[in-house]
């Protein structure tokens, strides 16, 4: 008795499945993929990769000023390859021109100012030379 209900089930399905007419057969056909040809390149092609995770620099370097001031630009982005000698920033020249122009001055008065100052401490190490402060 099962068996045969078995039986009668299974032919059901395949008389529904497979006839033609029935929902199940009605397949649709997929439309053609247009498909274009182009000749072949040697390029270089860049790899870009989208991860998660921590990034270790190659080298850290301490960048030091050699003068102080206001920086006016930076010439680098975060992430960016430098090389040895490159420029990275831009400080603001007018205070150190200004105080180039004002020690170059006049030379008859920078040789005025060294004669002052080499008789005054002539003068001094004498003083002390004659107190015995110093040896000669």
Known sequence: MFGCA??????????????????????KSVPAVPVTIAPVVTKSVPVKLYAIGNVEPVTTVAVKAQVDGQI???????????????VL??????????????????????????????????????DLLDKKFISG
């Not at 299974?10 to 199940?24: D, I, K, M, Q």
């Open 6 to 27: 078995m039986l009668v089930a299974g032919a059901g399905v395949v008389a529904f499945r497979y006839l033609p007419g029935s929902r199940a057969a009605a397949r």
């Open 72 to 86: 006016v630009t930076v010439k680098f982005k975060g992430g960016d390859e430098v090389k040895q000698g490159a």
């Open 89 to 126: 920033f831009e400080i603001d020249r007018r205070p150190v021109r200004g105080a180039v122009e004002a020690g170059a001055g006049d030379p008859a008065e920078r040789q005025k100012r060294f004669s002052t100052t080499r008789t005054e401490q002539e003068k001094r190490y004498r």
